[in-house]
């Protein structure tokens, strides 16, 4: 057995929580996307915004694979020009968060008190009120805006839309758009 | 001055004295600025001529190569050449002229989505969108082309950008916070790689395309440990042919001892090499036994596929010093015996019992020149011999397509070399199929009478199609036959002004040869050879590398090493 194969047997596939952070520039996300696509990874959810670093965007991605697979993808995206750092979170403590709204369907009045008493528990709030419907806004880990979805089926889910999980190290040394420490 | 002129100037404050391109609609502007400007320009037939030559140019000087054209079509016939480059980490400046701004995305004439098309086969590309933008956009192209893994870089320019008033600054300072590439070793790192290799009992060294900017570096460390040198395609000319500690060439086509040594050894390392699978054959059966120390300046490479134990990441002009001055001579006089008894016992041989086969003239070749010029070729089974028969003793001076094996690379490869190595003899090595993807090109040798001898190996097959299907397709041939409209390529040659000769014989070929060598002017050779050579060893694709068919060699050998005669 190689040293490959046996590197490969101990490896297992699991979620990884990538922050990638990137220059704004033109296609920037072209690039990342492409380079997703060419080496055969699937992007399980992404979100990108402003990062506090003018000029600099963050993207979090969350990438099914092998850890040694993930340590190459890492290294290939860090070979993109505008891409100036690459964390991979589940290396680490880190805390995540992801935003969905869920419009749900209210048939009967006991139905919307029964909503309502489900929205309180899960910290949720109403944002939208209809005669039919109720939009819901969740904020949470992955677990917990899964656990909603479950919660409204019965009830009858008309849409729902999540924004992708968000992501940050948890200790105040490491800052994800940190450069000094960028190897490459 | 205008945008075009400005792209002019900021080449030429990098340094840039040759272009190789194409004019059209779309990067006129670039061309009428060429009117005035002391760059020359070198007008190839095809644009992905000028891609290879402009790539050649680097790989031979180590300067980077630049190359023109227009938008749309002359842009996508870049795309060959670009990915030739971005393979071989070859440091290429593509400037090609695009559509005016208003008309982008709106399917206009010879527009072409070219920062799309070619953006996964270049280390970074750019469409300018501000005049202003220009120096600061060829600043940042020339030191990510030039510096770390070096690449091709594409600028794409609409015309109205290339016509507008320039008002900026040519003195700009590169601020890349995406782009460091780390130079220098890690000392830790550096010390580990020097404690495996003291303690190795049968090390090996394997250098890479890297070393052809590190030869000294490569020769010092070989030197100091006594070190058995293997060199990859790419490493041709890294380290002399001709020297005892060289073992050849790895991998499919490699040598008996180069490949042998791979499967025996305890330790390898890896210099400035990225371990392709024609390299490694099945990765499971690679190096079996060997430590692996990995130095390479591309963190990605390291790992991709063989499991580095050892990773330094670094540039081999830091990194292979500090190593050496950790290391001494080693006692390899058991592994040496042993290397020695293969090198005796499987030296190139080949049968001349026939009619002319291609290995001899490449052989004749390379005794006419001792190896001191330099060496293109095309792809195929005569670049394969070539490797093996003809390789170059200087770095930079053996120039082949490896990663993407591209054939057409050859002959505008020789034009760059040329351009890039003025007063030297240039070789260019080529089949009768590969020959034909940029036959083009012998016009613009003839316009700069290049000293370019073309020697064709014309066996009226794809040669190394052709071996495929005998060996692995049942012998089923299968559209490789070009003998019966080949053209006559020493009238071909005439055609275009170029002194041609068709050989049939190897006393012809004998006298022939040195001629050509002397003329300094373009020769074009055309080799009829024995149809059905084949290139040994031979490791069938997916295999492993002690799986290796020796061919024509003695039928007495060992350990699952097959014997086949032609």
């Known amino acids: ?184 | 001055m205008n945008g075009a002129a400005a792209l002019l100037k900021a080449l030429e404050r990098h340094g840039v004295t040759t272009v190789f391109g194409h004019p059209g609609g779309a990067i006129m502007p670039v061309y009428d600025a060429l009117y005035d400007s002391p760059i020359r320009h070198v007008l190839v037939r095809h644009e992905q001529a000028g891609a290879h030559a402009a790539d050649a140019y680097y790989r031979a000087s180590g300067r980077v190569g630049v190359c023109f054209a227009t938008s749309g079509p002359g842009a996508t016939n870049l795309v060959t050449g670009l990915a030739t480059a971005h393979m071989d980490s070859s440091a290429l400046i593509a400037v090609t002229g695009n559509v005016p701004s208003a008309l982008i995305g709106t399917d206009a004439f010879q527009e072409a989505d070219v920062t799309g098309i070619t953006l996964p086969i270049t280390k970074h590309n750019y469409l300018v969108q501000h005049v202003d933008d220009i120096p600061m956009v060829v600043t940042e192209a020339f030191h990510i082309a030039s510096t770390g893994r070096p690449g091709p870089v594409l600028i794409d320019i609409p015309k109205d950008v290339q016509q507008a008033e320039f008002t900026g600054t040519f003195d700009v300072e590169v601020d890349l916070p995406g782009y460091r590439p780390t130079l220098i070793g890690n000392a830790r790192q550096i010390k580990r790689a020097a404690n495996a290799i003291r303690d190795a009992q049968r090390p090996v060294m394997m250098v890479g395309g890297g070393g052809q900017s590190s030869p000294e570096a490569v020769m010092r460390f070989a030197e100091v440990t006594g070190i058995p040198v293997i060199t990859t395609l790419m490493g041709i000319g890294a380290y002399p042919a001709g020297a005892d500690q060289a073992l050849g060439m790895p991998g499919m086509h490699g040598t008996v001892t180069a490949n042998r040594a791979i499967t025996h050894c305890d330790l390898i390392v890896g210099a400035g090499l990225r371990f392709d699978d024609r390299v490694t054959g099945k990765l499971s059966r690679f190096a079996p036994n060997a430590t692996i120390v990995h130095i390479d300046v591309a963190p990605a490479e390291i790992s991709k596929l063989v499991k580095a134990h050892v990773p330094v990441v670094g540039d081999l002009r830091d990194v292979l010093p500090r190593l050496t001055e950790q290391l001494g001579p080693l006692a390899l006089d058991d592994w040496w015996a042993q290397l020695k008894e293969w090198k005796a016992r499987y030296p190139e041989r080949f049968k001349t019992d026939k009619p002319l086969v291609s290995q001899e003239v490449i052989q004749m070749l390379e005794r006419a020149t001792g190896g001191d010029c330099v060496v293109t070729t095309e792809v195929g089974q005569h670049q394969m011999f070539a490797a093996r028969l003809f390789p170059t003793s200087k770095p930079r001076t053996w120039i082949s397509s490896g990663g993407l094996g591209t054939m057409g690379f050859g002959l505008p490869a020789a034009i760059g070399a040329a351009f890039a190595r003025p007063g030297e003899t240039v070789v260019c090595v080529a089949g009768d199929g590969s020959i034909q993807m940029n036959i083009q090109e012998l016009a613009t040798i003839y316009k700069h009478q290049l000293p370019i001898v073309i020697a064709i190996t014309n066996n009226g097959m794809l040669g190394m199609v052709r071996q495929w299907q005998e060996m692995f397709h049942a012998q089923r041939y299968s559209e490789v036959f070009l003998a019966d409209s080949n053209p006559d390529f020493a009238k071909l040659a005439e055609a275009y002004g170029i002194e041609g000769h068709n050989v049939f014989d190897r006393e012809t070929a004998a006298r022939i040869i040195p001629e050509a060598l002397a003329a300094k002017k373009p020769v074009l050779l055309n080799f009829v050879v024995y149809e059905s050579e084949k290139v040994f060893p031979m490791i069938p694709a997916g295999a492993g590398v002690d799986e290796m068919i020796i061919g024509d060699q003695e039928p007495d050998e060992p350990e699952g090493e097959k014997a086949v005669t032609r």
């Open chain 1, 1 to 184: 057995m190689s040293a490959t194969q046996a590197a490969q047997v101990l490896d297992v596939a699991r979620n990884h929580v990538l922050s990638v952070t990137v220059r704004d520039r033109p296609g920037v996300l072209v690039r990342i996307a492409a380079l997703f696509a060419r080496r055969g990874f699937n992007i399980e959810s992404l979100s990108v915004a402003q990062s506090e670093t003018p000029g600099m965007s963050r993207t979090t991605f969350v990438v099914f694979g092998e850890d040694a697979a993930i340590e190459q993808l890492q290294k290939q995206l860090q070979k993109l020009i505008d891409v100036v750092k690459v964390i991979d979170h589940s290396e680490g403590p880190y805390v995540e968060r992801e935003l969905m709204l869920i419009k749900v369907a209210v048939r009967t009045p006991e139905d919307r008190v029964e909503l309502r008493q489900i929205a309180q528990d899960f910290r949720a709030r109403i944002i939208d009120v209809d005669r039919h419907a109720l939009v819901f806004e969740v904020t949470g880990d992955e677990g917990k805006t899964d656990a909603f979805i479950e919660q409204m089926r019965s009830f009858g889910i008309l849409e729902l839309i999540r924004t992708g999980r968000v992501a940050l190290p948890r200790s105040a040394g490491q800052r994800a758009t940190d450069t000094a420490t960028r190897a490459a």
